[in-house]
């Protein structure tokens, strides 16, 4: 399975990323890139994406960007993030891009950036950080038919 | 308003917290308990509430009991947040309680324990601390009939 | 060794803390009280004890609540630090006490409260986060005569 | 006073940076470099920078990016810090290199890297974010003679 293949398992059999329409646009070994188009259920009351969302998608490139980085059977899982919310999360969509700052036997270390999409260009609307603790991947299994 | 009517008003009217199914539980000033059920959208793949929609939580009881300390007309928005994860976070409901440890003219902070109900009784499974800071509440209208 | 000697040992052989001045208050499995008394190289320019300082006083609470809960021969060392300043940081004494959230075979996670003592009574001035990871502990020699 | 001036005034005239050897390498609005080298007061038990001592240059480094980048009357104070460990701090001097990614008028954010010297080139030992308030400048005397 390639990263981008693991990536986009992950991605879609789960639960809240499967609900929410988390797209992977990219991925490869300590690098994923993801997107999230605005939809009415992923926003807070003012019409911008909700810091939980936001938060979720940048949580969810961390680990993705960090499992990738990870030997085969291998799965990592967050410790802690800390997310800076540096402008509203307005826009169609928003990205995140996660890449490794370290990938050790038992932890890696994830910075993520998360851009809207305005009609002046890209924005970066938050910055995290995430620790993440490696763990054996449990069995996943494909959807069936 | 009392606090709970504004948390409830705020949290009902919110794209993501209502499409979630957030419910308030109990809403004083610089106090607020949120509970959340869980439903297959807010998973991630092993079964558990995704680290998003628990961060999500934890940064909507924040600004909840954030903005219940301030001065009608006012409203905390999230500058940072930092989860630590310290257990999956299982169970049929978790539970997030907010206090505020520091309300100010222009910031504010806020501690969050995040608790899942499991059959041996509750466990906190994440603890959250949040910054905010204090802006002028746009004007919010109750959803029409 | 208990863990007071244990803390008190690993707190004045070292040259940040020994230099500082850091006194061990108190400690247990999980618990550890250090105390670190005004003086002026510790300031920042406005009188106040200097960020970097109470960070570094509750880094060292961190380590040592985590250590003293942990197998002999096993020691804990910082991931990451996240630090709330809640106050000024003057007074004549600040006090930092550190409680494990966690304790795991690799990971730690350990919640401190940093005092500052005022004629008006003691005052929370910050609280701080820390996820430490667990390492054998490399051979500590007691300073000779 | 240009940004390098203010920012060598308020580093040498202060408590802790002032005892501890911080020399301020580079200074325009918005980005600061800051040094420390190598001395035993600031070290652990292993012999590597005291975590506590990464973080206090990582917050000095913070507040004065932050404040280079203000209106002259404007300073930055630190509302919180959190600091990623990612290697040993070994080698004989650190440096922290620090740039706002957001100036507000009442909240700016800055991101630090913070390297070590090794034998082997420059290694990034440790990164941080900080959260910090604008407040009106006290009187900063300078020393008289």
Redesign the interface.
């Known amino acids: 399975m390639t990263p981008l293949q693991l990536v986009r398992q992950?991605t879609a059999?789960?639960?809240?990323?499967?609900?929410?329409g988390v797209e992977v646009l990219a991925a490869e070994p300590g690098k994923v890139e993801l997107g999230l188009a605005r939809?009415?259920?992923?926003?807070?009351?003012?019409g911008y994406f909700?810091?939980?969302?936001v938060?979720?998608?940048?949580?969810?490139a961390a680990?993705a960007a960090a499992t990738t980085a990870l030997p085969a059977g291998k799965i990592a899982?967050?410790?802690?993030?800390?997310?800076?919310?540096?402008?509203p999360a307005s826009g169609d969509r928003i990205v995140a891009r996660a890449s490794t700052?370290?990938v050790g036997n038992?932890?890696c270390?994830v910075?993520v950036a998360v851009e809207t999409e305005t009609t002046s260009g890209p924005r970066?609307c938050a910055?995290a950080?995430a620790?993440l603790?490696v763990v054996d991947m449990?069995s996943?299994q494909t959807p069936g038919p």
Not at 55 to 60: E, R
């Open positions: 992950v059999i789960t639960g809240f990323t499967h609900a929410a939809k009415p259920e992923l926003l807070q009351f003012n909700h810091g939980g969302v938060s979720g998608l940048a949580d969810h680990g899982v967050t410790v802690d993030l800390h997310v800076n919310f540096l402008a700052l370290q038992t932890i270390v910075s970066v910055v950080n620790v603790r449990p996943v």
